[in-house]
T-cell receptor, first 109, second 115 residues
């Protein structure tokens, strides 16, 4: 059974701050990692994918992957109230996606 | 282009009735997944289809649940003799294929309420 662990939160940050969301996974052979954002009452929306160790930046979002330590993180710079949502980490392995339970982020104006 | 679509968006049914939920994947996507999300909970994998291969049904919670995919495109998830614990949002997602780097994209979901 593949485990994907996230702190459920809520994580509260002030507007303009950096939000840091973390995810750990149990399977060393996993190769593909994804971050989804889910607003209340909506379906998950893909934010970023990352496959190689290191950082990947897309606008205000940076995904970080460390396969040796089996963690992946998402940094949101200049956090906005519109970033308030639940963030889901997903690990793909042999065609199936394994999701964490999500971290709820609150960005306070 | 068009995203994943699901119908109906909401379904209220009485306990014991059968329901069918439909998913139209993104055109050209060969992989299709069904998940269930109960209120305030994470995503529970149900089943996935890839092309003409036999589906992975390992997540179906009971034999009341079944799914099919016709012509490698549209999929229907059927729940027979619904129970109150089946109340949840049922999400469909599609992916271009099986390569590890392929992402999946979700539809808007069907909210099922069993009374």
């Amino acid at each position: 059974q593949k485990e994907v662990e996230q702190n459920s939160g809520p994580l509260s940050v002030p507007e303009g701050a950096i939000a840091s969301l973390n995810c750990t996974y149990s399977d060393r052979v996993s190769q593909s990692f994804f971050w989804y954002r889910q607003y209340s009452g909506k379906s998950p929306e893909l934010i970023m994918s990352i496959y190689s160790n290191g950082d990947k930046e897309d606008g205000r979002f940076t995904a970080q992957l460390n396969k040796a330590s089996q963690y992946v993180s998402l940094l949101i710079r200049d956090s906005q109230p519109s970033d308030s949502a639940t963030y889901l980490c997903a690990v793909k392995d042999f065609n199936k996606f394994y999701f964490g339970s999500g971290t709820k982020l609150n960005v306070k104006p | 282009g068009a995203g994943v679509s699901q119908s109906p968006s909401n379904k209220v049914t009485e306990k014991g009735k059968d329901v069918e939920l439909r998913c139209d994947p993104i055109s050209g996507h060969t992989a299709l997944y069904w998940y269930r999300q109960s209120l305030g909970q994470g995503l529970e994998f149900l089943i996935y289809f890839q092309g003409n291969s036999a589906p992975d049904k390992s997540g179906l919670p009971s034999d009341r649940f079944s799914a099919e995919r016709t012509g490698g495109s549209v999929s229907t998830l059927t729940i027979q003799r619904t129970q109150q614990e089946d109340s949840a949002v049922y999400l469909c997602a599609s992916s271009p294929g099986l390569a590890e780097t392929y992402e999946q994209y979700f539809g808007p979901g069907t909210r099922l309420t069993v009374t």
